[in-house]
Structure formats: structure tokens, C-alpha cells
């Protein structure tokens, strides 16, 4: 992931996570969610199924914000009304990172609120979708 042109963050094997947070969203949340990505086995094992969680391959995380997952799309130009503000956005995508952290991830991260230029080889490819309310 680059910033005006400077690599700021960068992993090999594991997870790019593009975190859309709502108003209604909590510390607890993000707890709750950083308990399924460290535990998720997607990662092939050796009969090529999906049964390795991330430390078992070595991964990481590349968390990136991303207030545009919540986008109105009703009319012809994306309406972010359903995104979390800054003041409470922020706080939460810290505590992400650091239940993370905290469990042994090594995490890099993007810039909240910067233009960020991200690049992603999806292996498989596997794309998955956690809403908390839903997880």
C-alpha cells in the first residue's frame, strides 16, 4: 500500500482487510471481530482444503479504512451518511488493530482518512464479507 508515493505498509501471506465502520459499532465489536479473523481457517493445508487459520501459515494483516462499504448508492453520486464519523471511527479502527496485535498478529496498516493506493494478489481468490451484527 503506498501514500503519495511512499510504501507504507506491506505483507506477504495473509489477510487485506478493508474495515468499514459504522456509528453503531463498539470496542466490543471489534474485539469480537478480531477473535474470527485469527481463528478463520481459509488457508489450504496439505489436501488442499481450507483448514489453516493465520498463524499456521506465518500471515499477516494489511487493515486498511474503508468508509466507502458504506455507501448509499440510491442516487448517481455515493451518499457516506451510514459510515461512522472520524471521532468515533478512529478510535475503533485503533482498538482493531490492537486486538490484533494482541493476539499475536503482525498487522500493517493504512493511513485513516488518506489516499491510499492499495495492490492485492487474491489467492483462490477467497473474499469474504463480516458484518458483526451477522458474525
Not at 487485506?16 to 485469527?38: M, Q
Amino acid at each position: 500500500m503506498e501514500i503519495e508515493g511512499r510504501m507504507c505498509g506491506q505483507i506477504g501471506t495473509g489477510y487485506l482487510i478493508l474495515l468499514g465502520i459504522a456509528p453503531e459499532d463498539t470496542e466490543a465489536d471489534a474485539a469480537h471481530l478480531a477473535e474470527k479473523i485469527v481463528h478463520l481457517r481459509v488457508f489450504s493445508d496439505e489436501n488442499g482444503k481450507m483448514n489453516r487459520a493465520l498463524a499456521e501459515v506465518g500471515g499477516a494483516v494489511l487493515v486498511i479504512s474503508q468508509f466507502t462499504l458504506f455507501a448509499d448508492l440510491k442516487k448517481r453520486r455515493p451518499g457516506f451518511s451510514k459510515a461512522a464519523k472520524p471521532v468515533h471511527a478512529i478510535p475503533l479502527y485503533e482498538a482493531f488493530i490492537a486486538e490484533l496485535t494482541d493476539r499475536g498478529v503482525h498487522v500493517e496498516c493504512g493511513e485513516f482518512g488518506a489516499d491510499m493506493q492499495v495492490s492485492s494478489v487474491n489467492d483462490g481468490p477467497v473474499t469474504l464479507i463480516f458484518d458483526t451484527n451477522e458474525v
